[in-house]
T-cell receptor, first 117, second 110 residues
Framework: GAVVSQHPSRVICKSGTSVKIECRSL??????MFWYRQFPKQSLMLMAT?????????EQGVEKDKFLINHASLTLSTLTVTSAHPEDSSFYIC?????????????FGPGTRLTVL | EDQVTQSPEALRLQEGESSSLNCSYT??????LFWYRQDPGKGPEFLFT???AGEEKEKERLKATLTKKESFLHITAPKPEDSATYLC???????????FGTGTRLKVLA
């Protein structure tokens, strides 16, 4: 249980194009999803918190017009990297929050490797 | 400021050589301490959630413990397939966001 998928797993695009990454919770509903970015040999950097049916909350320094997040249903959140540039190349990982009483746990997707040429 | 610190940064063990990974946290009103395993090029895989001091959880060769200041991930008789980066994260009150440590890269040699 608690499986999260991401699509695509890998994408290569030209500079200036937009790329959409999907994150789905397959066997549970997630009112909250998170988007992270990870650089080589570094830990996860939270980019934004995505809440179903409302606007995403972005972390300081993350451009909301650059990284568009939509959480249209309880099982799907999307991250669109607009007008991508080589510096946007990175490993993007989403997670979905499985709520459980007093506590809760984030379950992560397998990640998407974005390469911008 | 809330913070999570992991040590050591990297650890090399011989197969069968037990050891512990440390996760120190300064989070007031801890709402959960989480351990994940991450393999290269993949997303983190959930291992354990701990909520209160004194709590312990086990899974195969792994055992996680929690005190009021730190958590340990004990690895008993590790195998090469246990090689991965182990991430620790903490959640405080009033937020669903996690504070992640920088991870411990574990290499188990056959």
């Amino acid at each position: 249980g608690a499986v999260v998928s991401q699509h695509p797993s890998r994408v290569i695009c030209k500079s200036g194009t937009s790329v959409k990454i999907e994150c789905r919770s397959l066997d549970f509903q997630a009112t909250t999803m998170f988007w992270y970015r990870q650089f080589p040999k570094q830990s996860l950097m939270l980019m934004a918190t995505s809440n179903e049916g409302s606007k995403a909350t972005y972390e300081q320094g993350v451009e909301k017009d650059k990284f568009l997040i939509n959480h249209a249903s309880l099982t799907l959140s999307t991250l669109t990297v607009t007008s991508a540039h080589p510096e946007d190349s990175s490993f993007y990982i989403c997670s979905a929050r499985l709520a459980g009483g007093w506590g809760d746990t984030q379950y992560f997707g397998p990640g998407t490797r974005l390469t911008v040429l | 400021e809330d913070q999570v610190t992991q040590s050591p940064e990297a650890l090399r063990l011989q197969e069968g050589e037990s050891s512990s990974l440390n996760c120190s946290y300064t989070v007031s009103g801890l709402r959960g301490l989480f351990w994940y395993r991450q393999d290269p090029g993949k997303g983190p895989e959930f291992l354990f959630t701990l909520y209160s001091a004194g709590e312990e959880k086990e899974k195969e060769r792994l055992k996680a413990t929690l005190t009021k200041k730190e958590s340990f991930l004990h690895i008993t008789a590790p195998k090469p397939e246990d090689s991965a980066t182990y991430l620790c994260a903490a959640r405080g009150p009033g937020t669903y966001k996690y504070i992640f440590g920088t991870g411990t890269r574990l290499k188990v040699l056959a």
